[in-house]
């Protein structure tokens, strides 16, 4: 299977994996033709890519780093945990910073039926355990670009990643399970926000709206906080996950230091390790998807890592950021490459997929070539780049 971006599907190309709507009903099954009028509606509800049947392609299978069961579940819950957080919230949301503050605490016991639920608990087992059992950390986010993400898909993202990044550095289940639950609730107080200040690009906010916007850290911190299921370590992913290391952060300005986030008594008053690991999961997601209101449009995965690693220091603890950089696949499986530079010139300009991942160094997959610069099918041929050096490799998705 190859994933083609959605611009140059056409109705010769067969589709390699089942699409579903938002509301999980089946669309289009594998195997399927994918006609004009399907495409264009996948593209209207957001679809960036689809993966398609290639001959001599077909062991290529992209392998998200959570099983799709696992992401399925936990969507669910996200979603109808959001749902009924939402209706609750919206009584008070337009009101000022110190009321919304007050009902947060009034109306805590209606809310806390919301926050980590069961389902949702359920489901971050699930995933820990997966990422725990894998003999190599390899991030694949790719799978989930296919729609608009929501609110509760990037807390599903950043709780992916931060885990995966929990795991390089060897964190207990009792750790993970603190870092997850910080990283599926992180952003849990923009719901407090009024809703025409999401989406908004952060230059156009005025004074009083930057000051509202600054404030979604505080207001998830007391919704988690008042919580007897949420630790206080995951409690205080909300109130840091916008600290930078410097001290230019908000809300309250304190630093950190670069150093790898192991469990260190000397860091008081310092940004607790799992908001800086989330801090890195956030803006990476950020970056894939793109996020208004820092001013990030959805970039590729080289594009997100580069902006990330000139991130790291002054914002992103910069020990974390080279830990992400170690595990994400420059060229993710599946993914449609096109040649451009290889020890034998014929193949310059010729286009493949990436086949599979050599964990050991994730610049060097193998490759399996099958068509022409001219867009003519050729006999597949495997290449494995770790092998064969001289190959420079171009994303065409
Ligand atoms: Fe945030």
């Known amino acids: 299977m190859v994933r083609y971006v959605i611009e140059e599907v056409n109705d010769s190309m067969v589709l390699g994996e089942s699409v579903y709507l938002p509301s999980g009903e ?26 398609i049947d290639v001959e001599g392609t077909e062991t290529v299978r992209p392998a998200p780093t959570v099983s799709e069961t696992a992401q399925r579940e936990m ?5 109808s945990s959001s749902r009924g957080l939402s209706a609750e919230i919206q009584n008070f949301r337009n009101q000022s910073t110190e009321k919304i503050r007050e009902l947060i605490k009034k109306n805590r016991q209606h809310l806390n ?48 990643t931060g885990l ?9 289940y009792e750790e993970m ?30 004074e009083t709206e930057m000051k509202l916007y600054r404030q979604h850290t505080v207001f998830g911190y007391h919704m988690l906080s008042q919580n007897h299921m949420i630790p206080t370590t995951s409690a205080a ?5 916008h600290e930078y290391q410097n001290g230019s952060g908000f809300p309250r300005g304190i630093i950190g230091d670069n150093r790898p986030p192991l469990k260190d008594f000397s860091r008081k008053n310092m940004i607790h390790r799992f908001s800086e690991i989330v801090a890195v999961a956030d803006t990476y997601d950020a970056c894939l998807f793109g996020r208004p209101e820092m001013e990030l449009s959805a970039m590729n995965v080289q594009t997100a890592l580069r902006y990330i690693i000139r991130a790291g220091g002054d914002k992103l603890n910069s020990d974390i950021v080279r830990t992400l950089v170690s595990i994400v696949p420059i060229y993710p499986v599946g993914a449609r490459i096109r040649i451009v530079n290889a020890p034998t010139p014929q193949l310059i300009g010729n286009y493949g997929v990436v086949a599979r991942d050599n964990p050991d160094n994730l610049e060097t997959p193998q490759i399996i070539i099958y068509e022409t610069k001219n867009h003519q099918k050729i006999k597949p041929v495997l290449i494995d780049m770790h092998r064969h050096s001289g190959f420079t490799l171009e994303l065409v998705v």
């Open 113 to 160: 039926k919301f926050i980590m639920t069961a389902g949702v608990a359920r489901a971050l087992e699930q995933f820990i355990e997966e990422i725990m059992s894998q003999s190599a950390v390899v991030l694949n986010l790719s799978v989930l670009r296919q729609t608009q993400p929501s609110l509760f898909i990037h807390a599903l993202n950043v709780a992916i």
């Open 164 to 172: 995966c990044i929990g795991k390089k550095y060897k964190l207990s």
């Open 237 to 241: 992913v909300a109130l840091q996950h």
């Open 75 to 79: 969507g669910n819950a996200l979603e």
């Open 26 to 51: 089946l669309l289009l099954a594998t195997g399927n033709r994918i006609k004009e009028r399907y495409r264009r509606r996948l593209v209207e509800m957001g679809y960036h890519s689809l993966l």
């Open 177 to 206: 399970k603190q870092l997850g639950i910080g990283a599926l609730n992180y952003d849990l107080g923009l719901i407090a926000l009024p809703k025409e200040l999401l989406g908004k690009p952060a230059e156009t906010f005025n």
